[in-house]
């Protein structure tokens, strides 16, 4: 178990993580979700000892975060680069050395990797002769080589095809049932619905949201409609009810004040337009996002 | 430990396989050999004309003694180096009028040069050579040579002494400096050798420190503009890192090193190393490592605080001329190994290992001095890695612009 407690971290006259406390627990996906700057890739260098906080305490397995952890943890940066000039399967060794992997193992891990990831074919070459998203997967394999207990994924699945974006996202699911700690640092609200089963939703470095993946979406999505219609449905904005819309030109995605029960909008509707579908959704991570920060904004 | 080992071994093998490296390991020497051979294959060949110099001599007196002495001077199949030719000795010409005549045949080519010797048996006298081409400095000296061969033996005879006298006096009994060592031993190391082996450590540093501290920076630079650095510490300590580099690159500037030397030795002979001052290796090493050490850290500190190559290149050379600083001395030392400033400079830690790789050369160092600069040194080795490590834990994080010297001493009070 990870536990982060009353983290702050202050850098000159900013506090880039301010407060902010989370478990994350084996064999779950942890979603540290957050707008651009928002402190996530502070807290995961805390995490990963490379910086010091302020105050508050990462503690692994019950032991403040030291040195000593360097070879259980695997760090996968959001922005990504190796040795160029160097061959695949060297920077793979070397790195796995530096985790303190042998080397017949190390060998055997590669390979096995290599092969999973469909880049065998790259073993032998220059990694500036890689396509970008090749190069992503060595990158992908030098994080997970050693078989770290606790796994940090920094926006890994960016500049993937969704052929491989998928590949990943089952390599990703499959640690689940081994055991990881996982934690997932990421934009695409989308694959985090998809993955995380806990999420913390950080912004200017103090905790939004934070909670199960269920539990936020009940907590934010009660009221949601979506209907799918002909007509036009721009006076649906002006009911009274109606606490937002976003109306496109045949489907719409309506939030209902609270307490006030889905039917009010279908009899409303019913004269105006002709409703092809009529459904009460929960709303997308994504939209739980955007309403999120900006309510924080403001 | 087994990390650092880990560090040092990638870095050192992922440099040699470079195509950079093996270049410069050829072409670096490939240009010296160039630029030391060629002067020396076109100056040294000899002349294979006989070349007709000219006397004007309104005394008339030196023309037979000066033609003999250039007698001795002969080129290919014995021919001889010189002709010499009376252009005009007759004094009843005026001095001004024979000069512009013979200049005429200069001109036209009658003859390569001509000696016009002015005042002639009188105290005043004064000898020109005059010619087109006057940059032949070995003709010049034996005309010279000859010329006062000529005076000299005239003056002994005219003042009744036995011109045998002569060859006495050409004879030049110069000094040889032998120099002392503590035990009270001679050592047979003449001053040149002392010059050059000084010399070439001093400068066998300086490009070790120039080689692996721009690789060292180098690759500081690029893993932090890939953020490669990121997954490295969190797999090792910035210290582990940072003495893997200083191990690794060191070791490949020595390998560098080490295979110009073997080119230099297969080429010109183990003459060139000067065997006989190698009782004083064991201090010179010591000196060596601790400068390369000392540098080395100094360098890794200034790495993690530029962010591009340009930056880290200007800076690294203008550091590495300060450890030349005590070359331009040399020769001051030589003159007076105890000098003060010397001294002075052997005590402050950017200068102490040049400084002392000179005296250590120059003369016997009283062991007091040896114990107190090696002190120096590794307490400066120790604070400069401390500095540097804790620039570099934060520099390596921080992107984009340059601290400012304020931030800088934030970074150093931090952690």
């Avoid at chain 2, 309104?58 to 290919?76: P, V």
């Avoid at chain 2, 009994?173 to 003449?190: A, R, T």
């Avoid at chain 2, 690294?316 to 000098?339: A, D, G, K, Q």
Wanted: net charge positive; with cysteine; aromatic share 10%.
């Amino acid at each position: 178990m990870l536990i982060v407690e009353n983290l702050v971290k202050e850098f000159k006259n900013v506090r880039a993580v301010d407060n902010i406390s989370f478990k994350v627990e084996e064999g779950k996906i942890f979603g540290l979700l957050g707008p651009n700057g928002a402190g996530k890739t502070t807290t995961i260098r805390i995490a990963l000892n490379i910086i010091k906080p302020t105050s508050g305490s990462i503690t692994f397995e019950g032991k403040p975060v030291t040195n000593e952890f360097f070879n259980i943890i695997g760090y996968l940066p959001e922005e990504r680069g190796l040795y160029k000039r160097s061959k695949v399967i060297d920077s793979i060794l070397y790195f796995a050395k530096l985790k303190n992997i042998p080397k017949q193992k190390a060998l055997d891990e590669a390979d096995y990797w290599l092969n999973k990831l469909d880049a065998t074919e790259y073993r032998d070459k220059k990694l500036q002769e890689l396509s970008k998203g090749n190069q992503q997967k060595i990158q992908f394999i030098i994080s997970v080589i050693h078989n770290p207990k606790l796994l940090i994924l920094d926006e890994p699945f960016t500049g993937f095809d969704p052929i491989n974006q998928q590949l990943i996202k089952e390599t990703i699911l499959s640690f689940v049932d081994s055991g990881k700690i996982i934690i997932l640092s990421t934009h695409q609200m989308e694959t985090a619905e998809k993955l995380c089963s806990e999420i913390f939703l950080i912004n200017k470095g103090k905790e939004v949201v934070s909670g199960s993946l269920n539990q936020v979406k009940k907590k934010y999505g009660t009221n949601n409609i979506k209907i799918e219609f002909s007509g036009d449905a721009s006076f649906i904005k002006s009911l009274p009810f109606v606490k937002q819309a976003d109306i496109y030109s045949n489907y719409a995605e309506i939030q209902m004040t609270d307490g006030i029960s889905p039917h009010e909008l279908l009899k409303a509707a019913i004269d105006k337009i002709n409703i092809n579908s009529f459904s009460v959704i929960e709303p997308t991570l994504n939209k739980i996002f955007i309403d999120v920060i900006n309510e924080s904004i403001n | 430990m087994k990390k650092i080992l880990t560090v040092a071994k990638w870095e050192f093998l992922e440099k040699v396989k470079t195509k950079a490296f093996i270049i410069s390991i050829i072409l670096t020497p490939t240009i010296v050999i160039f630029f030391s051979i060629t002067p020396t294959l076109l100056t040294g060949k000899e002349p294979d004309t006989t070349k007709v110099i000219g006397l004007v001599d309104t005394s008339g007196i030196y023309f037979r003694q000066i033609e003999n002495a250039l007698d001795k001077y002969t080129i290919e199949k014995n021919q001889p180096a010189y002709i010499l030719v009376r252009l005009s000795g007759k004094s009843e010409y005026e001095f001004d009028s024979l000069k512009s005549a013979a200049d005429k045949d200069v001109i036209k080519g009658k003859v390569e040069g001509y000696l016009l010797i002015n005042n002639g048996g009188t105290d005043s006298v004064n000898v020109e050579y005059r010619s087109k081409s006057i940059g032949n400095f070995k003709d010049i000296q034996r005309f010279s040579d000859a010329f006062n061969e000529a005076r000299i033996e005239r003056k002994l005879k005219a003042e009744g002494i036995n011109p045998k006298i002569m060859d006495y006096i050409s004879k030049n009994v110069s000094i040889k400096p032998v120099k002392l060592e503590e035990s009270g031993k001679e050592s047979n190391v003449d001053t040149l050798t002392i010059f050059f082996t000084a010399f070439i450590f001093v400068m066998l540093l300086f490009m070790l420190i120039m080689l692996s501290g721009q690789m060292l920076v180098r690759s500081l630079v690029e893993e932090k503009s890939n953020r490669l650095i990121e997954i490295i510490i969190s797999s090792c300590s910035a210290d582990e890192l940072l003495t893997g580099k200083i191990l690794g690159l060191g070791a490949l500037g020595l390998f560098q090193i080490l295979i110009w030397a073997l080119i230099a030795v297969s080429l010109l002979g183990a003459a060139i190393i000067p065997f006989a001052t190698f009782h004083n290796i064991l201090p010179m090493l010591v000196y060596f490592l601790l400068g390369y050490t000392f540098y080395t850290a100094v360098f890794v500190g200034i790495g993690s605080i530029v962010t591009t190559e340009q930056e880290a290149q200007q800076i690294t050379t203008y550091l590495s001329f300060l450890l030349l600083l005590p070359i331009v001395l040399i020769l001051p030392v030589m003159e007076n190994p105890n000098s003060i400033l010397i001294k002075v400079l052997s005590y402050i830690p950017i200068t102490l290992p040049t400084a002392m790789l000179l005296r250590v050369n120059l003369g016997p160092i009283p062991t007091s001095v040896m114990v107190i600069t090696i002190c120096i040194m590794v307490i400066s080795i120790y604070i400069a890695i401390k500095l540097a490590s804790k620039v570099f834990r934060i520099g390596i994080l921080s992107y984009g612009k340059r601290p400012s010297l304020k931030e800088l001493g934030e970074w150093l009070r931090e952690s």
